[in-house]
């Protein structure tokens, strides 16, 4: 997959951040693109400035993944006109963070319904054509730090992250036979919309020491470019774990060398992080 001149791409969450940005450097890798997201009027923007810069985007369509029906009727369209793809990149996604007192049923499943199931409904649909094609081709999953590490506050949201990892290594040595690459993308800190929009349940934004927290998080961010160009180098190379910032390789390196310090690690963090809690509300037994 090193030269990716007229391969067929599709790329969920294409209206922003991180999808936005892969989808503009896979159309100058010369990719013909099939995109989608929910934001219909972010994905017309996405799909005009590659069509003003002389991409090609085949196919530009707005739906929810995690909607089976509406992603398998796509998929149906997509290989009517088109064929078979080449690669497919789950970048889709969305955050909510919360302690697991604070978050509700709707949350857990906000989370899994859209950053597992969404890209498992992809999967189902694009890769079994791949395969049946015979020509090879990629698959990338978007998992995040949260799907290698525990994080405060990230219960919900990691139980999706580290799902997709799951799926992602075993589907690494499943599709080798047919010559289909897999990455699985882990992103820490990355300058997007989602940054200011992540929902943290049960804590107040406007909190100074929220404020400060935010702050710090923006300021080890990399920009979606910088992520973008990680993912097209994965595929080129056919690298499975996609590292996007030098402290998330070092913390999944430590974590997995010195067992015990990261537990240590992840105790003070979870104990800092609850600093920012309101006080429990106590009832009468």
């Not at 998330?248 to 609850?274: D, M």
């Amino acid at each position: 997959m090193k030269d990716l001149t007229g391969r067929k791409c599709l790329i969920t969450g294409a209206a922003s951040g991180i999808g936005r940005a892969t989808a503009i450097a896979a159309a100058a890798a010369g990719m013909r693109l099939v995109l989608t997201d929910i934001d219909a009027d972010g994905l017309a923007e996405t799909a005009a400035r590659i069509r003003g810069a002389g991409g090609e985007v085949l196919d530009a369509q707005v739906l929810d993944v995690s909607d089976y029906e509406a992603v398998t009727t796509w998929a149906k369209r997509v290989h009517d006109e088109y064929g078979s793809l080449d690669v497919v990149m789950n970048i889709a996604g969305i955050a909510t963070w919360g302690t697991v007192e604070n978050l509700e049923h709707r949350h857990w499943k906000s989370m899994v319904d859209v950053n597992l199931m969404g890209p498992i409904h992809i999967i189902e649909n694009f890769v079994p054509p791949m395969v049946a094609a015979g020509r090879g081709g990629h698959l990338v999953n978007v998992s995040s730090a949260a799907g290698l590490l525990a994080l405060p506050w990230h219960a919900a949201y990691s139980a999706a992250k580290f799902g997709l990892r799951g799926v992602s290594e075993v589907l690494r040595f499943d599709l080798e036979r047919h010559h289909i690459g897999v990455s699985l993308v882990v992103p820490g800190a990355v300058r997007t919309p989602l940054v200011g929009t992540v929902q943290i349940v049960g804590v107040d934004r406007d909190d100074p020491r929220v404020r400060r927290m935010v702050k710090l998080f923006e300021g080890h961010a990399v920009t979606p470019e910088k992520v973008a160009d990680r993912i097209i180098a994965g595929v080129r190379h056919n690298r499975f774990l996609v590292h996007t910032s030098a402290d998330i390789r070092i913390g999944y390196w430590f974590a997995r060398k010195f067992a015990w310090p990261y537990e240590v690690v992840a105790r003070i963090a979870n104990r800092e992080f609850g600093k920012l809690l309101p006080a429990p509300a106590r009832g009468t037994q």
